[in-house]
Every structure is written in structure tokens, then in C-alpha cells.
């Protein structure tokens, strides 16, 4: 196949499992054992100590000298002062991605890579903020673009494919229905790259290393790291970057990570919490209001084994939380903190409240703006007050400083 732009030079792909290694290209599996890759960079590449934005971390990145950007990365970290006073929580902002959510890192490093590979068109399955990205990215590329969503995705998630020009597929059943229709059509398809963000596309995984990264060069030190996962990608990307850190020195210790399922869909969370070394696919109706990592595995539980492994590693912790607790977070970020997201990005906190001890800081991955999910948010049943807008003014303000008391109390 074609390459561009200086290829992948200083990137290997490497099996997880068996470690079979080669030359990077569009492939998503071990040639030797049908294994998930990790997109391995130079371990002596210099790791940029001063830098202004996301792609001062090319040296430590999968990319050439394709770029493919719309402003991602540089997010805030917001400490969390008014839920947690006194405590060292933070936030790290990832809904101000171009798109509204993390998988902007993702999308600019694996369309990016795909170029430098010479893919003629990209394919990825999503649960929607995916398909909202990598849509986006493939228009900046001027690379054609296929998605395949769960029906019932939420709408805005789907406007955003759309107004990006991507080919809209809703697929009949939850999201593993969706990742085995963009596999099949992508293996019919030479040339087109996946970037579905399971652990199929490893470009896009090593991209989220730079979430990390950002947060050591403002804190210092990371104590824990708090993840919504489905299959975990966003989670081995993060410890990939501390391993990068630590094995050249940078840092002394790994995050403690924890990684966050809901209740009704939670393979790697169950496999756990019962002391298994491998995940099973979820079998029980999915459910609950985390649709964004809401997926069962079906056909691909080794992605799940692999995240458990990794957390396992590292000392780490996966948990499941009901909707009541979500409901509570998102409450709770939105009316406190003025952080609204969306029900699966509000998980981190509610996971935090269940676990005591873990090493300080803590911070916690939001991932995906509340817009995203309007009527999630609409359920979610925050309080509102309807004042009628002629009415005296002092009633007004009265009411407004009411409606701030109970929300204080509550
Ligand atoms: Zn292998």
C-alpha cells in the first residue's frame, strides 16, 4: 500500500498477548495470534519536557508527519473546590475536545497515522462520540467516512456524524452488533482504516497517553486516575504514557487507575470483583444510563482481558455503579461545579465516592459533554423553578436565592 508523508518511522505494532511484533499498517490483529496491538514507540525517544500543545507530544506519539488536528488536547483540570473542598480532586475537562468529548486525542492520532498509511477511506463502530469525531477528522483529512451506531444513539450524537459527512449506519441491537458490522465492511474493503475504539485501531489507544501527560506536567504527580470504560482503551492508552514517564525516569510510580462501568452492562467490572483473570462477555440484557460505555463484548471479550490485566498490574481497581449514583454525580457536577456531562462521563465521581484511600491526587476523566445526551440530562431531573419572567423583580431574585439554598441542602 501506498505510504505518505514519511510513514510511521520509530513506531512498531506489538501484540498484547504474545508480543509478535512488526511494521506499523491499517491491520488490527496479531498476524501470529488474533491478539489485540499496542503501537509501540522508541522507549529512548526524547519525551517533550516543554510544551505549549497536544502535538509537542509527537516525539512520544504513533504519528509521522501527517498531522491531523482541529485544536485537540490542552484541556482544563479543574480541582474540584466546592463538592471537595479541601480534598486534591480534579477533573480533567475532556468534553472541550473539538467534538465534545475525549476521542478527539484518539481520532487526531489514528487519522493522522492512517494517512501516513494511505488509507483511502476510514470505518469505525461507535456508541456515537466516536463516530461524532472520527467523522470530523476524516472531513479535515478529506478522507470519506463510514459509522455504524446502536439504534437508539442519541440524536445529537448522530447530527454531528452527519454534519461531518459521514455515512450513517444504525445497526439493530447494542454496540457489539454495530463493531461486527464495521469489521465486516472494512474487511471487504482494502485500504480502509478501522477506527472503531475498541483496541482494533492502536494508534488510537497510544493517543490517550497525552491525558496523562497533561496532567503530570500541571500536578506533578497523579496518585489515581478514574476512567469510564467500555473496553478500556482510553485506560491502557493513560498507562502507557505513565510507563513511557517512569521507564524513562520521569516519574517514580504509576497511577493507581480505576476503571468504571454501569450496572447493567459491566463485564470487566464483574470479572474483578469475582478475582477472574479473564473477561466474559456480558450476557444479560444491557441496560442502565451509561450508553456511551455500554458495551457488552460480544465476540471480543479478550479486549475486556486485556484492560483487566491492566489494571491488575498496576494495582488498580474496576467497579460498576447503579443510575442512582450517576444520577447523583451528574447532578451534583452540573448544579455544584458547573460541569453538566453526559451520564457515563459523570462515573469517575461516583466511583471515588465508593472507594476510600485511594492515593492523592485524584483525577477524575470526564469525557463527554451533557449535550451530547439532552434528554439523559432531562432524566437525570434536576430541579428547575418556572418563573414567569414579568413577574416583580425582588420575587425573582428571592426566588433565585430560595432555589440556591435547596440546592445547597441537597
Ligand atoms: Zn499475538
Not at 487507575?257 to 444479560?284: K, N, T
Request: proline share 7%.
Amino acid at each position: 500500500m501506498k505510504t505518505i508523508e514519511g510513514g510511521l518511522a520509530g513506531t512498531r505494532l506489538s501484540c498484547f498477548f504474545c508480543a509478535t511484533a512488526r511494521a506499523p499498517d491499517l491491520g488490527t490483529q496479531c498476524l501470529a495470534c488474533g491478539g489485540s496491538l499496542a503501537a509501540v514507540v522508541d522507549p529512548a525517544a526524547p519525551f517533550p519536557l516543554s510544551v505549549a500543545g497536544f502535538w509537542d507530544y509527537a516525539p512520544v506519539l504513533p504519528v509521522g508527519d501527517a498531522r491531523v488536528s482541529l485544536g485537540e488536547g490542552s484541556t482544563a483540570l479543574l480541582k474540584l473546590d466546592r463538592l471537595m473542598p479541601g480534598d486534591e480532586v480534579y477533573v480533567k475537562a475532556e468534553w472541550m475536545g473539538p467534538t465534545g468529548s475525549f476521542k478527539d486525542r484518539g481520532s487526531a492520532v489514528a487519522v493522522s497515522a492512517a494517512r501516513a498509511l494511505g488509507a483511502v477511506g476510514v470505518i469505525c463502530a461507535s456508541t456515537g462520540n466516536n463516530a461524532a469525531s472520527v467523522s470530523a477528522y476524516a472531513a479535515r483529512a478529506g478522507l470519506p467516512c463510514v459509522v455504524a451506531l446502536p439504534k437508539g444513539t442519541p440524536a445529537n450524537k448522530i447530527i454531528q456524524a452527519k454534519a461531518h459527512g459521514a455515512i450513517v449506519l444504525e445497526v439493530e441491537g447494542t454496540f457489539s452488533d454495530a463493531y461486527a458490522c464495521a469489521n465486516r465492511i472494512q474487511a471487504a474493503s482494502p485500504g480502509w482504516a478501522n477506527l472503531t475504539s475498541t483496541y482494533l485501531n492502536p494508534y488510537m489507544t497510544a493517543a490517550h497517553a497525552t491525558i496523562f501527560y497533561e496532567c503530570e506536567a500541571e500536578l506533578g504527580e497523579v496518585g489515581t486516575i478514574v476512567v469510564p470504560i467500555g473496553a478500556g482503551p482510553m485506560l491502557d492508552g493513560i498507562l502507557q504514557g505513565a510507563r513511557l514517564m517512569r521507564d524513562q525516569g520521569l516519574i517514580e510510580t504509576l497511577p493507581v487507575p480505576v476503571g468504571v462501568q454501569g450496572e447493567g452492562c459491566a463485564p470487566i467490572a464483574e470479572a474483578f470483583s469475582r478475582g477472574l483473570d479473564h473477561v466474559e462477555e456480558w450476557a444479560p440484557p444491557v441496560t442502565g444510563m451509561p450508553g456511551s460505555i455500554n458495551d457488552p463484548l460480544r465476540g471480543y471479550a479478550a479486549d475486556g482481558t486485556r484492560t483487566l490485566a491492566i489494571i491488575r498490574a498496576a494495582g488498580g481497581h474496576a467497579v460498576a455503579v447503579s443510575d442512582d449514583e450517576i444520577r447523583r454525580a451528574m447532578l451534583d457536577l452540573g448544579r455544584s461545579e458547573g460541569i453538566a456531562a453526559e451520564p457515563a462521563s459523570v462515573t469517575p465521581l461516583a466511583a471515588l465516592r465508593r472507594l476510600d484511600h485511594l492515593p492523592r491526587p485524584v483525577v477524575l476523566v470526564v469525557s463527554g459533554h451533557a449535550l451530547k445526551d439532552g434528554a439523559a440530562q432531562a432524566a437525570a431531573g434536576a430541579p428547575s423553578l418556572d418563573i414567569d419572567a414579568d413577574a416583580d423583580p425582588q420575587a425573582v431574585t428571592q426566588a433565585a436565592l430560595g432555589h440556591f439554598s435547596q440546592k445547597l441542602r441537597a
